[in-house]
């Protein structure tokens, strides 16, 4: 029983060691979710069929070639009535001729090349361009992908920060119960003041228990968006963040989407085109090879012979109802609509830029003052600890340092969080 019981703690063990995915740094979270993520995966699968598309509307200016094969049966076969003397008939008089036997099999094969047909060139040319726009589309949702992980990574650690804080936060909170539960014992402390002491004890306990339930939430976050069963753990830290200078924004145009926007722009320019071409005329060359065998299954009178031509073929529409112009003109607000839309997308890529820039600034300004905030305030709570070790400092005096203290802490490491977070938003190459 005892060696069951070990064997079930050992598979046990091998399962919960298997089971955690450790994640060291931004680099090596944004790796894993490139490669396992479904988003990712899912992404990847747009250019991939774009490319298919492409192929397809290629294959349109190419040979075709069809091998067909009928069998038809004429109950009543077709007649023509000609003059008796064509046979050598009497003059003035007519015969009926029958065009062909009522069982007649045909086979053959047929071709057929477009040699010019502009519509069909636009296509491509408009597949193409649908196909560079699908990668910088995976691209942009890619990127979009990475600042959501990126912001639920440092949302993780400054999760963990905050929990850290809270654990230094008991261990005041525990030696402050432990000094007025002494002074309440010998009657030298305000009842009050003790219970307000019990009460600050009791809500550093419930600050851990949010602290713990926030660094699970974005651990749910990262794997929600991860999509693994493993449990993550991060174990980068957070405040070895050194603070690079930054001079100016970065250049909207380099990123996917202003990239994307430009191939959407060829792509209703060539939809336009395509649509304008489509009255032109068309001319393709054809061919057709057929063998037929007529019979009337009686063993006599069986006919069999070959059939083959070659040409061109003009095509030249001229009405069709209002199909060409109204395309024609769906096309020309599609391409109005997408010049919009893409004023659009550079504004927005513009304003993000200059905005991340501008909150890192703002952060990086603060990042000393933050610093020196925490440094008096840690210097002001050592201070009120040993006074309140030797009786001579109150609990409404402590209370006050204490709560100044977490609020520059929180403070620092907001900041520290947002300095870090626009940093790599404004110097990501995603």
Request: charged share 20%.
């Amino acid at each position: 029983m005892r060696l069951y019981l070990v064997l079930v703690l050992l598979f046990t063990a091998t399962l919960e060691s298997k089971a955690q995915l450790q994640l060291n740094n931004l680099d090596e979270l944004l790796q894993y979710a490139d490669s396992h993520a479904p988003a990712s995966l899912q992404a990847k699968i747009l250019p991939k069929m774009a490319k298919q598309d492409m192929r397809v509307q290629a294959s349109g200016l190419y040979p075709k070639i069809n091998v067909f094969g009928t069998a038809d049966y004429y109950p009543i076969i077709a007649t023509q009535v000609i003059p008796a003397e064509v046979l050598g008939g009497k003059p003035g008089t007519y015969l009926k001729a029958q065009f062909g036997l009522p069982y007649i099999f045909t086979s053959g094969a047929e071709i057929s090349m477009p040699l010019i047909s502009f519509d069909k060139w636009a296509q491509v040319a408009k597949a193409r361009a649908s196909y560079r726009q699908s990668e910088w589309s995976y691209k942009a949702g890619m990127e979009l992908f990475h600042i959501q992980l990126i912001q639920t990574y440092y949302q993780a650690l400054i999760s963990k920060e905050v929990l850290k804080l809270n654990q230094e936060n008991t261990e005041t909170a525990t030696e402050l119960s432990r000094i007025m539960e002494a002074r309440y014992k010998n009657g030298v402390v305000n009842p009050s003041d003790y219970n307000r002491t019990i009460n600050l004890n009791l809500d550093v306990q419930v600050s851990g228990i949010n602290a713990s339930k926030q660094v699970q939430l974005s651990h749910i976050a990262l794997d929600s968006l991860l999509h693994t069963k493993d449990s993550i753990a991060v174990t980068e830290d957070i405040t070895a963040f050194t603070w690079p200078l930054l001079t100016e924004a970065g250049n909207p145009a380099e990123r996917a989407g202003w990239k994307e926007a430009d191939y959407k722009l060829q792509v209703a320019q060539y939809a336009l085109r395509a649509s304008k071409d489509s009255v032109l005329p068309k001319i393709a060359l054809a061919g057709r090879y057929a063998y037929n065998f007529q019979s009337k299954f009686n063993n006599t009178g069986n006919v069999q012979f070959d059939v083959a031509n070659i040409g061109a073929r003009l095509d030249f529409p001229l009405f069709q109802g209002n199909y060409y112009r109204s395309a024609r003109n769906k096309s020309k607000l599609q391409y109005e609509l997408t010049k919009i839309d893409i004023d659009k997308t550079r504004d927005m890529l513009t304003q993000q830029q200059q905005a991340w820039y501008d909150q890192y600034n703002a952060a990086f300004m603060k990042q000393n003052l933050m610093k020196e905030k925490v440094k008096n305030a840690s210097e002001n709570l050592r201070i009120a600890k040993l006074n309140l070790k030797e009786g001579v400092m109150e609990f409404d005096e402590f209370n006050n340092i204490y709560i100044e203290y977490n609020r520059a802490k929180i403070d620092y490491l907001q900041n520290l969080a947002d300095g870090i977070l626009y940093y790599l938003l404004s110097t990501q190459k995603f």
